[in-house]
């Protein structure tokens, strides 16, 4: 990776799914930047296209093999004037397919797992001799410790502190495409946070495919929980904001629950999913948890910290999945209240064991459940956005917004905030600006910014 080139090389990748892969997709430029890869906006003039991949949702695949059809049109325009586009398929249906992509779309030059993306020099030069490249092996050692330092992602910035799953959710690929859970030792996690603020970062998102479950080496030897990390991580100058996603409700110990109510940092807003409502339907997913469980950890987290914004995740239609199991599930959402929320048909994951379950959902059923579903959430998040208005609280400014004199940020809760008048107000990127809120909408809420004297105390 040492190996430095004058000549400029066009990048663009295209980024599918989770944080995660958006953290694995900036990682993959800042490991071909010594090779002078520099991004670009248009596949169709681009040196090297990354599809980076999530097999999470239906059709994940067929959507990636549609799109490498138009990539390879784009391959052959410029092959006629002379210019070699490498095209490499990254992330989960990498990891899953990796000989079917090759079979399926020989013009792909590279597929590699999101175990593998360190060793992109090594793979380029195996695709500019002819050598048609599929790395989806787990490493003995982890990624991380072959990365280069972390480039600047913004004033909001992701930092993978673990990866994998243990839990085995019937119905999730994760633990076979990102394998075992590994956690990153603190130093290491230290120090990319402060490289981040470095270059630019206000708010660090701290990821995990069960990032609750972190339990990384500290110094001493000794694991540390997450909680103890954040702990560790409001000693970084210039960090103003911490979040982590995604959590296990079996996962959320004390130290973590007591880290919302005592670290001013972390900021108010927990994604934590539960997927169903029925114990039914949570025991066949392997969740290892009772609905009423879920609720006793919402409870505790909102005892200690009362302003709390919780999103989740659901998935209607699972095997064997009763109206009763449904109306169980509907009750609990009314009983814990969303801020914000994702929800899914269940659709089969090849190797999952939901998939040879009997019992599935009719498609009109799971549809007709869904649209039911969703219109509660959307409820509860008109109704949390509604009760922002006249509230007063700090933005981080992340880009203009649409219209003039328009600036775009985050509140501590999460909601996408339009902060208007903000660049007659002097206000740029990256500042943290005291706003009151005027309106809400179904997504977002709309603010002005607070005088300069309250913006300055």
């Not at 944080?19 to 890869?37: F, T």
């Not at 995990?208 to 954040?230: T, W």
């Not at 905030?417 to 600006?433: E, P, Q, R, T």
Request: overall charge negative; proline content about 4%; some cysteine.
């Amino acid at each position: 990776m040492s190996d430095q080139t004058t000549n400029h090389k066009k990048l663009h990748i295209r980024t599918y799914g989770c944080q995660m892969n958006v953290y694995d997709s900036a990682r993959m430029s800042d490991v071909l930047a010594p090779l002078g890869y520099v991004a670009c906006d248009d596949a169709a003039d681009a040196d090297m296209v990354i599809l980076n991949t999530c097999h999470i949702r239906e059709k994940a695949a067929e959507k990636v093999y549609s799109e490498l059809g138009r990539l390879r049109g784009h391959k052959e325009a410029l092959a006629k004037g002379g210019r070699q586009m490498v095209i490499a398929v990254a992330g989960c249906v990498a990891q899953a397919e990796g000989a079917e992509v090759r079979r399926r779309a020989p013009w792909v030059d590279m597929v590699f797992g999101p175990q593998a993306y360190h060793q992109l020099p090594d793979m380029v030069q195996a695709a500019a001799r002819g050598a048609g490249v599929v790395e989806t092996d787990f490493p003995s050692e982890p990624k991380f410790d072959a990365l280069p330092k972390a480039g600047g992602q913004g004033p909001s910035a992701f930092l993978t502190v673990q990866e994998g799953c243990d839990k085995f959710c019937t119905f999730c690929v994760v633990p076979y495409t990102r394998g075992a859970e590994y956690s990153r030792p603190v130093a290491d996690v230290l120090a990319e946070a402060r490289q981040l603020v470095a270059t630019g970062a206000r708010e660090i998102t701290l990821l995990g495919q069960n990032v609750n479950a972190y339990h990384g080496e500290s110094e001493d030897g000794s694991a540390l929980s997450l909680g103890r990390l954040i702990a560790g991580l409001t000693d970084v100058d210039g960090l103003a904001r911490l979040r982590y996603t995604t959590s296990h409700p079996l996962d959320m110990d004390e130290e973590l629950i007591s880290a919302h109510r005592d670290i001013d940092i972390l900021m108010p807003y927990l994604h934590l999913p539960v997927q169903s409502g029925s114990d039914t339907i949570l025991a066949a997913m392997n969740r290892r948890h009772r609905a009423q469980d879920y609720r006793r950890v919402v409870d505790i987290l909102r005892a200690s910290r009362p302003d709390i914004a919780l999103s989740g995740d659901f998935i209607v239609g699972f095997p064997g999945e009763t109206d009763q199991d449904f109306e169980d599930t509907l009750s609990l959402i009314r009983d814990v209240g969303y801020a914000s929320a994702y929800s899914f048909k269940y659709s089969s994951r090849p190797g999952t064991t939901a998939t040879a379950m009997e019992n599935h959902v009719p498609e009109d059923v799971k549809a007709e459940r869904l649209a039911v579903l969703q219109d509660l959430l959307d409820q509860q998040q008109v109704a949390f956005n509604q009760q922002s208005i006249g509230a007063e609280y700090e933005v981080l400014i992340e880009r203009e917004g649409r219209r003039d004199g328009q600036m775009l940020g985050r509140s501590p809760y999460n909601q996408a905030v339009h902060v208007n008048g903000a660049i007659d107000a002097g206000i740029a990127i990256g500042d943290l600006v005291k706003v009151r809120v005027t309106s809400s909408h179904a997504n977002s809420v709309a603010a002005e910014p607070l005088g300069a004297a309250e913006n300055a105390a």
